[in-house]
Structure formats: structure tokens, C-alpha cells
């Protein structure tokens, strides 16, 4: 059975940095691209972050652009998400998920949401 398990969470000053971690299990992760994305209360939930299979494609929501990096070890079957310079309006439960297929986009991911399963999820709260 597919699983994603995030975690890294926690609280964090403005301007801080976290870096999360999402381990598979039920699957060999380079199968499908991988996200992180997020849901504030209220809010819908929204792609901060895409990887390829290989590693070798990105996408990157404008609002996190040169300050969030995402990163995937297919040997540890790990992707991670470090982020820097954190805002208080970052504030959110913070999902790992696995593409729809095995031909997802990191753009029809992140964008249009193709995803087929996702993790429980990680609080990341921003606040001095």
C-alpha cells in the first residue's frame, strides 16, 4: 500500500528556516513526481513545490521562488522541502503527495493538483 509520511514541522520564527521530509513506503519513489503543498485555514490548498521523477524538473509556486527548495533522494526514497525565510503568513498544514501517474508534470501536479495520494501532513507554524 502507498504511504507518504511527512514530517519536520514545527514552530518557527519569521524568518527562520525548516526543512521537511516526506519517506514513502508501498513503492519505489522515482515512479511518480512528487509535491509539497499547502492548506491555511480557510484557505484552499495550493502547490508550493514539484519534483520529477528524475530530479531534473521543478516548479516552484512565485511566492516561494529563491527561498524554498525542494530536493528528492531516491535511494532513501525521501523527497525534502527546506525552507527559508519564513513568513508568518506561510502558516499552514504542509502535505507531501505523489503524482496521478507515472506521467504527471511537476506543472499539471503543482498547478492543476494531478495528484493520486497524499500524506497525513506536518504543521509549520511561523510566529514570533
Known amino acids: 500500500q502507498l504511504q507518504l509520511v511527512e514530517s519536520g514541522g514545527g514552530l518557527v520564527q519569521p524568518g527562520g528556516s525548516l526543512r521537511l521530509s516526506c519517506v514513502a513506503s508501498?513503492?519505489?519513489?522515482?515512479?511518480?513526481?512528487i509535491g509539497w503543498f499547502r492548506q491555511a485555514p480557510g484557505k484552499e490548498r495550493e502547490g508550493v513545490s514539484c519534483i520529477s521523477r528524475s530530479g531534473g524538473s521543478t516548479y516552484y509556486a512565485d511566492s516561494v521562488k529563491g527561498r524554498f527548495t525542494i530536493s528528492r533522494d531516491n535511494a532513501k526514497n525521501t523527497v525534502f522541502l527546506q525552507m527559508n525565510s519564513l513568513k508568518p503568513e506561510e502558516t499552514a498544514v504542509y502535505y507531501c503527495a505523489a503524482g496521478a501517474s507515472r506521467s504527471t508534470t511537476v506543472e499539471r501536479m503543482c498547478v492543476s493538483k494531478d495528484v493520486g495520494s497524499w500524506g497525513q501532513g506536518t504543521q509549520v507554524t511561523v510566529s514570533s
Open positions: 508501498g513503492f519505489t519513489l522515482d515512479y511518480y513526481a
